[in-house]
């Protein structure tokens, strides 16, 4: 189980360090083996920062995560870094970045066969190799031995799965692995990740497209300016969203047939039964520190005082 | 090695080249290499006035500063560059320059450059505290007044080589090379690869090496020549007050000595013209040079 346990994440900016900057607070939720977990918020709302504090990239400031029991930030030395790794990898949202441009693109392959596969005869490595491009639905002949620039951002995307892959790995963070894809890749590797659940890998799938969210996770956490404001199984929380924050970013979905006014007028006729004021007011709405509270099974919010109409 | 691979299907793959899963990028750059027309000018350019300058004076008198000829000659058939107001035949001395040039320039520059991309790469990469620390350094040496600093520091060696020259040199040099290293790796360890080699346990050396260092390479040979160009003028700077080399010639002493005794006044051109072309030519075409390289090793530049 990855587990994130009041994790924060805090900068220090401005002349000699002076100021702090939370990018994370308290973050405090679990992957657990063959479930999605989907982190959705904002830019800038700090899920990519989350990403990478799990994957070792940024350091974490406050709280722990750990991988089945083990603190990660107390993995030191290369060796025991290269345990974590080899159960758990990430692939990241822009896919020609991901790569060296001036290597071939299946140099990535070849990096984790000299760290990881040291003993395996080339003969057994090809059939390894050919497999993780089966997984992933790639055709050897068209993807190996090129260029990143010769293959579409869909095709890098899927290579940078298989190669994950290659290291058995229990636990994959995707960091908005199909916001460059267009529209006719995004259902393969939407798809490749249900597969790789249903294999009992654990997924945490950052995104800011509720959509996506909402096709593949099992568990939803909202993030808004670093805190989680709500999280609990997808279906509760898309089902009946309790936070003003998570029920504005629901609304904003944009819909065939219905303008934002109208959108707007639900919103506030929602609130209304639910809180019998009409002073009561989203963008104002003060969130209360502390810890969420369970309003029901498996559905968290962050407590709130709702705000007043100015 | 493609026997053990299935083929693929025709159809879906109509004109795919065979993969070749251990691939060869060293024999495939020189492939690329040898039909590079800049690669292959520059090269030869420089690799002609490296032999001449190796092997050049063991055909010539030992003593490229003896007397040995009327003085003042244009070139002709016997003096090829002619001779100066003192004698002395200007090619023997061109030779014996071009040796002493690449000695220092060489020397130096790859002093600099070894401390320039040491201190570069891991202010760069590292960033935090040890950027903070190494540039600090960087930034002290950058403001000393170097040629001062060398006035000082050759003054008190007892006897003077043009090895102990370039190495002051070098060791003077390289704050720019630092700096602009630093910015470019800085740039560079932002990028997801980055992040994806850190990922697949990579040791951060070799992430260095490996990763950042080849994607600037052009860049770092670049900033070479041009570390190699300072230090053969920073030496012909040292040589003008006195201070160079105790025995022997370069082609920075030639010039200097050109000027001195007014050659540029009585038009005694060829005293002043080849080392300046040598010099010239030498740095230019270690431009060409590089600029081929580049297009040898950056795939992208290669097709279009």
């Known amino acids: 189980m990855l587990k994130f346990d009041r994790v924060s994440k805090v900068y220090r900016v401005g002349s000699f360090g002076g100021d702090e900057l939370t990018a994370v607070r308290d973050a405090d939720f679990e992957v657990r083996p063959g479930e999605v977990v989907s982190l959705i918020g904002e830019s800038g709302s700090g899920k990519s920062t989350l990403g990478k504090m799990a994957l070792r990239i940024a350091s974490v400031s406050r709280g722990a995560i750990t991988c089945d029991g083990t603190d990660i930030s107390t993995l030191r030395g290369n060796r025991r870094l290269k345990e974590y790794y080899r159960r758990v990898q990430g692939v990241f949202q822009d896919p020609f970045s991901s790569y060296n441009p001036i290597f071939k693109a299946d140099r990535v392959f070849a990096v984790i066969r000299s760290e990881y596969h040291r003993g395996v005869s080339d003969a057994e490595w090809r059939e390894k190799v050919r497999s993780a491009l089966d997984v992933v639905r790639l055709d050897p002949a068209q993807v190996l031995g090129k260029y990143p620039h010769q293959l579409s951002g869909g095709q890098l995307q899927r290579l940078l799965i298989a190669r994950a892959l290659l290291l058995d790995i229990d636990y994959l963070v995707a960091d908005e692995v199909i916001s460059m894809l267009d529209a006719s890749t995004r259902i393969d590797v939407l798809n490749l990740l249900a597969d790789l659940k249903a294999r009992g890998m654990g997924i945490l799938f950052i995104t800011h497209d509720l959509a996506l969210g909402n096709y593949i996770s099992d568990q939803t956490v909202i993030l808004h300016k670093g805190s989680i404001v709500e999280r609990g199984g997808t279906e509760k929380v898309f089902g009946d969203p309790l936070h003003p924050y998570t029920r504005k970013l629901l609304a904003s979905v944009p819909q065939f047939h219905k303008k934002w006014e109208e959108v707007e007028a639900e919103l506030r006729a929602r609130e209304l039964a639910d809180t019998g004021s009409r002073d009561y007011h989203l963008s104002t709405a003060q969130e209360v520190p502390g810890d969420l509270v369970e309003a029901s099974e498996d559905h968290f919010v962050q407590p709130f005082v709702p705000g007043v109409r100015a | ?304």
């Open chain 2, 1 to 304: 090695m493609t026997a053990a691979q299935p083929l693929p299907d025709p159809a879906t793959s109509p004109d795919a080249p065979v993969p070749a899963l251990p691939e060869a990028p060293k024999r495939e750059a020189l492939y690329f290499a040898l039909r590079n027309p800049k690669l292959l000018i520059g090269l030869g350019i420089v690799l002609a006035f490296l032999v001449t300058g190796i092997l050049g004076p063991f055909f010539l008198s030992p003593d490229p500063n003896a007397r040995i000829a009327p003085p003042g000659l244009p070139p002709s058939g016997e003096y090829w560059f002619g001779t100066t107001q003192f004698g002395q035949d200007i090619f023997t001395q061109f030779v014996y320059g071009i040796r002493a040039t690449f000695l220092v320039g060489i020397l130096g520059g790859v002093v600099a450059a070894v401390i320039g991309m040491a201190i570069g790469f891991v202010a760069g990469y590292k960033g935090g505290w040890v950027d903070e620390i190494l540039n600090m350094i960087t930034n002290v040496v950058l403001v000393l007044p170097t040629l001062a600093v060398l006035f000082i520091l050759v003054a008190y060696m007892d006897s003077r080589g043009v090895m102990m020259q370039s190495f002051f040199i070098g060791l003077t040099s390289w704050p720019w090379a630092a700096r602009a290293i630093r910015s470019q790796a800085l740039s560079l360890s932002s990028r997801d690869f980055v992040d994806l080699a850190r990922l697949s346990g990579v040791r951060t050396w070799k992430i260095i090496v490996r990763d950042i260092a080849p994607n600037m390479s052009s860049y770092l040979f670049m900033t070479l020549i041009l570390l190699f160009g300072g230090a053969v003028l920073a030496a012909a700077g040292l040589d003008f007050v006195g201070l160079g080399p105790t025995d022997g010639t370069s082609l920075g002493l030639m010039m200097h000595q050109a000027v001195k005794w007014g050659a540029l006044q009585l038009g005694v051109w060829w005293w002043f013209v080849p080392p300046g072309l040598g010099i010239t030519a030498i740095v230019g075409s270690l431009y060409v040079m590089n600029v081929g390289l580049d297009e040898v090793f950056n795939p992208r530049l290669r097709e279009m």
